[in-house]
């Protein structure tokens, strides 16, 4: 519920063009090696 | 509700884990980006209570934030150090710096300076209002172009950030709903987690 309301206070939106919700993932399995992953990365946190 | 693009001219100087950060860093690779105001002054020993209770229901999510393009950080007045220590108290995982030094909070309207509070008034949430406090809650927006040109895009303040409060949307759908009469202010009954 959270992330959608925080999401439609940006530009983009909830950016889904694609079929609703298809990107979602388990916080555990976003894509392995992806810049980003985890709460967030590299400058932000430890 | 769309507000219109503010190009941010200033320079703005954070400090987070590994040391300083610009607004644009912010964004940590992304082109969106959310500040969430975190009333913590820098002579403060603890984070506000209510914004704690804000920050219960947005920890853990940045990371689905992340895949949609969107940085999600905390920002508060009060020292890195201080910011690092209440953060470990409380478990909590999401990015949070420092603007300790900067005009940041002051020019995103969030935080006042003696005099405004010495004369009891502030520009806040969008309105010359009767202040209290030195720092007051909020959320804002912004946006990175291709060129690393950074706009503001939004804010809001005050009970405007219910909207982001997920227990509030819970117990918005049960028969006593907030059950907030009959105290001295509405949020009295909130604690800190670790303080119920």
Redesign the interface.
């Known amino acids: 519920m959270g992330a959608f309301m925080w999401l439609e206070l940006t530009p983009k939106g909830r950016n889904e063009l694609g079929a609703v919700k298809s990107w979602v993932k388990l916080n555990d399995e976003y894509e392995t090696g992806d810049k980003h992953k985890g709460d967030c990365c590299c400058a932000l946190v430890r | 509700m769309a507000m219109p693009w503010e190009r941010v001219e200033k320079s703005y100087q954070f400090e987070?884990?590994?040391g300083a950060?610009s607004l644009a860093?912010?964004f940590?690779?992304?082109?969106?980006l959310?500040v969430y105001h975190f009333m913590f002054g820098p002579d403060w020993e603890e984070g506000c209570k209510s914004c704690s209770f804000w920050a219960d229901?947005?920890n853990?999510?940045?990371?689905?934030?992340?895949?949609?393009?969107?940085?999600?950080?905390a920002v508060s007045r009060a020292p890195f150090a201080k910011i690092d220590a209440y953060k470990k108290r409380m478990g909590w995982?999401?990015?949070w710096?420092s603007s300790y030094g900067s005009d940041f909070n002051f020019d995103y309207h969030v935080s006042f300076t003696p005099e405004q509070i010495a004369e009891g008034k502030a520009y806040y949430n969008y309105a010359v209002r009767p202040i209290t406090a030195s720092d007051e809650q909020g959320?804002s927006?912004f946006?990175k172009n291709e060129n690393g040109e950074v706009f503001h895009?939004?804010s809001?303040h005050g009970r405007g950030i219910d909207?982001?409060n997920?227990a509030y949307?819970f117990l918005d759908l049960v028969r006593k709903g907030r059950d907030e009469d009959g105290f001295s202010f509405s949020m009295e009954w909130v604690r800190r987690h670790d303080q119920y």
């Open positions: 987070g884990p590994n950060l860093d912010l940590d690779g992304r082109s969106q959310i229901n947005f853990g999510i940045p990371i689905h934030l992340n895949h949609r393009d969107v940085t999600f950080t995982s999401f990015p710096v959320v927006v946006y895009t939004y809001c909207m982001v997920g949307h």
